[in-house]
């Protein structure tokens, strides 16, 4: 394959994104958009020369290459059951869904087909997660915390529980997947959120803050803490102690502190954007084998993040499968 043409379901912000990195790849033909706001999509293939498409049927139908699944957390699924059916490569914007039974789903339906996948988890292609991994390599993880603390964002969706799955699913779960990459997987957590909505925003029913703790099956714990309740994006990343070593990693770099004093590593977070699409094109085209986060791994994080939500609703523990049916099918867990 010369050229990969790649199709766009949806025309928000993401889509634009992956839209502006997929036009300067010089394999990658742009081949339209669909949305069901037929504007929006209009605008967007507008920028780029290329066509809008009534449906997904629509577009599949012209034959791309990959579609790219740039969709809101709620209306995933029917997209994804389509294209899987339609045995297309696809790239699933996260979360990849809003309910566990979802994304169960469509991750069978994949791993049933075989189906190459991506899913968004951008972090992994940040050169200091490798640099944080060597440095943990011999030394286990004692304790994790992690932390999503922002705004609103200005989407009418979002601060609805059933339509984003809330701060946890929607914004932590970048994080929540960081620290199963560095301090394996997460066998019970334990939650709470506050019960009251952030404040002035209309018609939300989402928690404004949580706090968690986790349990690893490493022996190792952890937390998280998650919060809409500020106007700017305060802290997101997580810090990592394990013996003589404490590293604190966020999207902008890995400060690392050890005996020998402390240094940071600045990381370049638009180039993690770019190297998670040249990866997937890459697999497509079939010239390379780095997508590092395909469907059947980023439902794992997916588990974690709804785990985290699922106990701050009933304020019981919720225990996480960690045997070897449930890592099945996994991909690998990332070497930036």
């Known amino acids: 394959m010369r050229t990969c043409r790649v199709g766009l379901v949806g025309a928000g912000g993401v889509a634009a994104r992956h839209a502006r990195v997929l036009a300067g790849f010089d394999d990658v033909e742009l081949l339209g958009v669909t949305d069901v706001a037929a504007s929006a999509a209009a605008d967007l293939a507008a920028g780029y020369g290329c066509r809008t498409f009534v449906d997904v049927a629509d577009l599949l139908a012209a034959g791309p290459d990959a579609v790219y699944v740039c969709v809101p957390p709620f209306a995933h ?5 389509t294209v899987v059916d ?7 914007e996260k979360p990849v869904a ?3 039974d979802t994304a169960e789903r469509i991750a069978d339906l994949v791993r049933r087909r075989g189906l190459l996948t991506a899913v968004g988890h951008h972090w992994r292609y940040l050169h200091v997660v490798r640099r944080a991994r060597d ?3 011999d030394r286990p993880v004692r304790m994790v915390n992690g932390a999503w603390l922002d705004r609103v964002p200005p989407v009418p969706w979002w601060p609805r529980r059933d339509r984003s799955g809330g701060p946890v699913v929607e914004q932590a779960a970048h994080v929540l997947d960081l620290v199963r990459v560095l301090a394996g997987e997460v066998a ?3 939650a709470y959120g506050d019960g009251a909505p952030p404040a002035a925003v209309e018609g939300a029913d989402i928690d404004a803050v949580t706090a968690a703790t986790l349990r690893f099956t490493s ?4 937390t998280l803490a998650a919060a809409c309740v500020l106007t700017w994006k305060h802290r997101a990343g997580l810090e990592i102690l394990a013996d003589g070593l404490a590293l604190s990693l966020a999207e902008d770099g890995l400060l690392v502190r050890d005996a020998t004093g ?5 990381a370049d977070p638009d180039g993690a954007r770019v190297a998670v699409d040249r990866a997937f094109v890459d697999a497509v085209r079939g010239v390379g084998d780095d997508v590092r986060v395909p469907y059947a791994e980023a439902l794992r994080t997916q588990r974690l ?3 985290v939500a699922e106990s701050a609703r009933t304020g019981r523990a919720v225990s996480l499968p960690t045997g070897p049916a449930a890592l099945a099918g996994a991909g690998p867990v990332g070497d930036a």
């Open 262 to 266: 402390e240094r940071y590593l600045a």
């Open 77 to 81: 699924g029917p997209v994804e059951e």
């Open 86 to 92: 339609a045995g297309v490569p696809m790239f699933v």
């Open 219 to 222: 022996g190792a714990v952890g």
């Open 305 to 307: 993040a709804l785990a």
């Open 135 to 137: 440095l943990l390599a």
């Open 98 to 100: 809003v309910d566990l």
């Open 188 to 190: 019970e957590v334990t």
